[in-house]
């Protein structure tokens, strides 16, 4: 077994044993599952067999690792799944709420649930399907203190780990420590212009 990726890791059956490329034998009767993953790679999978009636194993078998698409639309950051403090001190609350509003609009364009009153605002899931991934991302704000003014701001980015996730199956989503690139100025976009 090869990789094209010299540090990639190879697994037989759920058990790594090299990177990069790793004798693999297949008992007689029997199959083993060679996998190949490498973070920002696409895994890498393929089935041997050496059972009766069957194509033997081949000698070699080379994995073209391909780059992963979710990794390339996304970076990594220590914003995601965090509660940021936005203090507000020139702004009224009514205008600050309006621009909150005005900012988590221009990246999610469906709000699930807002409440003026409590100062809190949650969007719906926003989601991106990948080949094998699928990344779930939503805002949510809540003040934090009234005196003196200030507001919680959680980008809650999730990966499922599949493709064609259905964004209701929170199951099979789990944090994320990376965000799409078209979210990646959110947290920034609120400190600079919540004030």
């Not at 009514?94 to 009153?117: G, M």
């Amino acid at each position: 077994m090869n990789a094209s990726q010299s540090d990639a890791e190879i697994y037989v059956n759920g058990k790594m044993i090299g990177k990069g490329s790793a004798r693999v034998i297949v008992p007689k009767d029997d199959c083993v599952t060679v996998t190949a993953k490498k973070i920002g790679y696409l895994k890498e999978q393929i089935e041997f067999c050496h059972q009766k009636g069957m194509a033997k194993p081949p000698k070699t078998h080379y994995f073209e690792m391909k780059n992963d698409d979710a990794f390339d639309a996304s970076v990594q950051t220590d914003i995601a799944n965090v509660d940021i403090e936005i203090p507000v001190n020139s702004l009224s609350r009514d205008k600050a709420w309006k621009l909150i509003n005005q900012i988590v609009l221009n990246y999610i364009d469906v709000i699930e649930i807002t409440d003026k009153e409590t100062g809190y605002l949650r969007t719906a899931w926003s989601l991106q399907t990948f080949k094998q991934n699928t990344i779930r991302t939503r805002i949510i704000v809540k003040e934090s203190s009234i005196n003196p003014l200030a507001f919680k701001v959680k980008l809650i980015s999730e990966e499922s780990g599949e493709a064609m996730t259905s964004v209701k199956s929170d199951h099979l989503y789990k944090e994320w420590d990376r965000v799409l690139r078209s979210y990646n100025n959110t947290i920034s976009e609120f400190q600079a212009r919540i004030k």
